[in-house]
């Protein structure tokens, strides 16, 4: 079982706006805000920018906030600041992943996968990473297509 080729680099952030116009001139790269019922919880922004695009797969950096002072985002951002929060790999069948993981001696923060308007998800624990933040997903037919039309 491999990954596809498909990255997610999930940056949280405190000021949507602000950092969205950062990365957009950073970049060049025009930005699209996912709708809000596309996403996990309503209290929450994810804006992309497309890096790389070849039909079904690509390559996307994510700007992630909430709005709720209260939320896990928010948490995170007051115990360790912005930044890097997740590292996202696309998988053809995330349920067989996670079987192969936990034979490598991966640890899940839940192992039986999350679904999301998207498809499916499992967050891998961190410590057992290299502190690196995984996360694995299996997306529907469509879903990048839907990425770039703002989740609609």
């Known amino acids: 079982m491999r990954a596809n080729f498909c990255f997610d680099f999930v940056i949280v ?75 996202g790999i696309d998988v053809d069948d995330v349920d067989a992943f996670v079987q192969q993981g936990k034979a490598a001696g991966v640890k899940f923060e839940n192992e039986v996968p999350m679904a999301y308007d998207y498809g499916r998800m499992v967050y891998i624990r961190p410590t057992s990473t290299n502190n690196v933040p995984f996360f694995l997903s299996t997306h529907k037919p469509g879903w990048w297509t839907k990425t770039l039309n703002a989740g609609r």
């Open 13 to 87: 952030v405190k000021d949507h706006d602000a950092n969205v116009r950062k990365y957009h001139a950073l970049l060049g790269i025009e930005p699209i805000e996912l709708a809000r019922e596309s996403l996990p919880q309503a209290d929450m922004r994810c804006t992309v920018f497309p890096l790389w695009n070849l039909g079904d797969r690509g390559m996307v950096l994510s700007l992630i906030s909430s709005s709720d002072a209260a939320s896990l985002l928010n948490q995170r951002i007051a115990q360790h600041g912005e930044g890097l929060a997740l590292f």
